[in-house]
């Protein structure tokens, strides 16, 4: 179902828009300088979105002044308490983030007053830690449709109060019950989902859980915008989303660097070529597919595909464009002409 787009500052979420990438600040955010740094290297890396725990009146304030010195949209994440969502919403945080499952719906009408007066997004951010009791009772735990009827029940109620400029999420930290809550939901509510794994960890597993559980919704065109939850620095989140997001994208817009796994024919620093073109190239939103092969014997045949490549040997090494070979040099030199025909390739 095609989701309302819905504005985030001067970011759009939703419909046909590109999927954007989240995550939240780990720092003290009554910590201005902290807290506004960890924001811009946020945002240097890729972050389109990001969220601050506010926990008092005191973040409040010190985020009024972060929100007037930085201009990436920012997210009032609020746990317990309307009234601190009411007060983010009057100091402009472009959406509020409130937990349906701890939060009392006494103050709703007034939130949704503060969110309509300043145009300022609801994301009903529902988790699998924190369901409303007599849900998590009805269902026997925070199954799938357990989070499925919560996030309903919120956007029901936000509804009733003619309120539509709506977000959803329904994490969970079990991959399973997550994804499955998440198809259901995409099919019953046209509002754009916010696609996570929560608490998915830390290390490796925490990254495959998100990039199976993200990427496997992506890939069936459901999640408009994600957040990568992993213990530790939030830019780890935000190169892991990115990551997630090309490797699932039908659009490509990005440079996609195929390198082989190498193996006994190798005879050149693949690794090393590789890592270089893929630190050139990062940032580049073009669609190109470079490959970077181990061999002269099969890799222009593996990667006939390619806009351009290299194959090592011995001494000499192949460039080829466009799937057919360019030219064949000793190895430094064909290294030398396939980074010049790159920095060529991404600069025009
Ligand atoms: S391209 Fe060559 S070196 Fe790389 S895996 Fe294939 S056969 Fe091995």
């Known amino acids: 179902m095609m989701k309302n787009i819905v504005k985030i500052g001067n970011v759009n979420i939703g419909g046909n828009q590109p999927v954007t990438v989240q995550s939240m600040t780990s720092t003290d955010t009554a910590d201005f300088n902290a807290t506004l740094n960890q924001l811009l290297e946020l945002k240097r890396v890729g972050c389109d979105i990001a969220r601050i725990a506010v926990r008092d009146e005191m973040d409040v304030s ?55 007066a300043n145009n300022c997004p609801i994301r009903i951010g529902v988790n699998g ?21 919560s996030a309903m029940r919120s956007i029901k109620l936000l509804e009733d109060l003619d309120f539509y400029d709506i977000v959803v999420s329904v994490k969970s930290s079990d991959i399973r019950v997550s994804s499955l809550a ?52 939030p830019i780890q989140e935000v190169l892991v989303a990115k990551n997630i997001i090309k490797a699932t994208s039908s659009k490509k817009n990005f440079v996609e660097i195929v390198s082989c796994p190498t193996c006994a024919r190798c005879n050149y620093d ?54 057919k070979i360019l030219l064949t040099a000793r190895t430094e030199d064909a290294e030398e002409i396939f980074f010049n025909i790159l920095r060529e390739l991404i600069s025009d």
Do not use: W
Request: hydrophobic share 40%.
């Open 182 to 233: 998440y198809r259901m939901l995409y099919e019953s509510s046209p509002y754009p989902l916010h696609v996570g794994i929560t608490e998915s960890g830390i290390g490796d597993l925490a990254i495959i859980k998100s990039s199976i559980g993200i990427g496997s919704l992506l890939l069936d065109g459901i999640g408009d915008t994600i957040r990568v939850s992993l213990t530790g620095d």
């Open 129 to 149: 830690g924190s369901l409303e009791k007599d849900i998590k009772q009805k269902h026997g735990g925070a199954s799938a449709s357990a989070l499925v009827e």
């Open 62 to 116: 010190v985020c009024k002044k972060i929100l007037s010195a930085i201009d990436i949209p920012l997210v009032a994440d609020i746990q317990y308490d309307y009234k601190l969502a009411v007060a983010c919403a009057d100091v402009g945080f472009h959406k509020i983030r409130y937990n349906p499952g701890n939060t009392s719906t006494s103050g709703l009408n007034e939130l949704v007053s503060a969110c309509k």
């Open 270 to 323: 693949l690794e090393r070529i590789a890592k270089k073109a893929e630190a050139l190239t990062n940032n580049i939103n073009k669609k190109l597919k470079i490959a970077i092969m181990g061999c002269t014997v099969n890799g222009p045949g593996e990667a006939s595909d390619a806009d351009l490549g290299i194959a090592g040997g011995k001494d000499k090494a192949v460039v080829f464009k466009n799937g």
